[in-house]
């Protein structure tokens, strides 16, 4: 379901950060919400992680949305965007120990997103930074009419979560 002033995606979305173009499919029973914040994701790591793949399976219990992987298939970079379970948010913690794990959510009233990030942070010990952005309401004025989105103007509210050490 669409909230107000979300654009209706006619089942995907084409987006360019530099001079990297990517379309962002709307699968089945995705809303136009999740594809939105994939793609700000995308936008706001592509530099830091030129290699960024996208709902690309890798073997785990999970798929990312976006990921970017080192050697001998380690992940350096997990990216979820939307509703996030509590399981999934607790296995990747346990699972993501080294790499950055991001969060993308859209801004809410009573977000106590952050909250459950913290939970199961506290029972594992990291060595990779953990972020939950969240996203105004305006989001989708980050894209212009031609696809192109300027990461540098994507404000996200951010909250980082530090390596931790039992």
Do not use: C
């Not at 089942?11 to 360019?16: A, D, E, Q, S």
């Not at 530099?18 to 809303?31: C, I, M, P, T």
């Not at 509703?83 to 993501?96: G, N």
């Amino acid at each position: 379901m669409r909230r107000p002033g979300e654009r209706a995606l006619p089942g995907k979305l084409t987006v360019r950060v530099g001079q990297r173009k990517h379309v962002f499919a709307k699968g089945a029973g995705e809303s136009e919400r999740h594809v939105l914040l994939k793609a700000l994701l995308f936008a706001r790591y592509v530099g830091q992680y030129p290699d960024l793949l996208v709902e690309r399976n890798i073997g785990q219990r999970y798929k990312p949305d976006l990921v970017a992987l080192g050697s001998h298939q380690s992940v350096r970079f997990w990216a979820e965007s939307g509703v996030t379970s509590r399981d999934k948010v607790h296995w990747l913690v346990r699972h993501v120990r080294d790499g950055h794990l991001v969060f993308g959510r859209q801004s809410g009233a009573s977000d106590t997103f952050p909250a459950l990030v913290a939970e199961a942070l506290a029972r594992e010990t990291r060595h990779g930074l953990v972020e939950v952005l969240s996203f105004g309401e305006d989001a989708w004025e980050a894209i212009g009419p031609d696809g192109a989105i300027d990461p540098d103007t994507l404000q996200p509210t951010v909250r980082r979560f530090e390596a931790t050490g039992r």
